[in-house]
């Protein structure tokens, strides 16, 4: 037998629980800044890639240089 048939808590699956902005359908605006945030993120990265792959080229030159 059941501990307790009464609690029903948790019958009938999860809702999904809204913010305030998502009650009051503020969603587009910030599907807009994620979209816009992403974008910066990707072209960071890119950036950071290019400076990376162009290191170990000057690196050498830098060293004899030196030398």
């Known amino acids: 037998m059941a501990k307790s048939r009464n609690n029903l808590l948790g019958v009938g699956g999860q809702r999904k629980k809204l913010s305030r902005a998502d009650q009051q359908g503020v969603t587009q605006e910030r599907d807009a800044d994620r979209k816009v945030a992403a974008d ?12 990376a792959l162009s290191k170990p080229d000057e690196a050498p030159a830098q060293d004899d240089a030196q030398a």
Do not use: I, T, Y
């Open 40 to 51: 910066r993120k990707q072209d960071l990265v890119a950036k950071m890639r290019e400076r």
